[in-house]
């Protein structure tokens, strides 16, 4: 499975982007992508551009499941989630209300 990361970009040159965590990654698929953004990395490539706030979910959401896999606590890492109920995607929602769901 890979899981994405939040990386602020410090520098870029071309391509390649540095991020405050010393990491080198490719831009290719974000060519807008500015010093100082958020991007959303996987595999050492970054996939989308994040909004500040979107980011620092992710980041609580991760250091979450760190806690949790070294047998702590997740805390309230997902807080942003418990205050609301789980949607489904439109395409999921549009074939359960089509009664197309299996179940």
Known sequence: MCVGEPMRLI???GIAGRTEEGALIDLSLTP???VGDWVLTFLGAARDLLD???AQKIR???DGLRAVMAGGSAGDAFADLE???PTLP???QAAL???D???
Request: no cysteine.
């Open 97 to 99: 209300a089509a009664g």
């Open 52 to 54: 500040p706030d979107e």
């Open 11 to 13: 520098a870029i040159d």
């Open 101 to 103: 769901a299996q179940g």
């Open 90 to 92: 439109p395409h999921l």
């Open 32 to 34: 807008e992508a500015r």
């Open 83 to 85: 205050a609301r109920e």
């Open 60 to 62: 609580a959401a991760l």
